[in-house]
């Protein structure tokens, strides 16, 4: 099992920047991939950013070109840098490491963005 602690939500004005963290625990060298999910007011949860260990990216359409994900491979910890922030990107934001198709999640971030 993985053990996931985030870091770095709140509340933030449109057009500022936040960063967020996750450092991983447990059974870290099982892990192929992590990212961050999110899950808007009324909405399901949805993918934001994942990369693989071997530092591949994908980004959901809606946050292409403003937010970035990276990863500190010896610190086992992931983190998404987030610009550029519009009030649509207000959700509560979840890590999750995938380890053979299964899913440890972290316990969620608030980022709010006011207008």
């Known amino acids: 099992q993985v053990q996931l602690v985030e870091s770095g939500g709140g509340l933030v004005q449109a057009g500022g920047s936040l960063r967020l963290s996750c450092a991983a625990s447990g059974s870290t060298t099982s892990i192929n991939f992590m990212g961050w999910y999110r899950r808007a007011p009324g909405k399901q949860r949805a993918m934001v950013a994942t990369?693989?260990?071997?530092?591949?990216?994908d980004y959901a359409d809606s946050v292409k070109g403003r937010f970035t994900i990276s990863r500190d491979n010896a610190k086992n910890t992931v983190y998404l840098q987030m610009n550029g922030l519009k009030p649509e990107d207000t959700a509560v934001y979840f890590c999750?490491?995938?380890?053979?198709?299964?899913?440890?999640w972290g316990q969620g971030l608030q980022v709010t963005v006011s207008s």
């Open positions: 990369i693989t260990s071997g530092g591949s990216t």
């Open positions: 999750v490491a995938f380890r053979m198709g299964i899913g440890d």
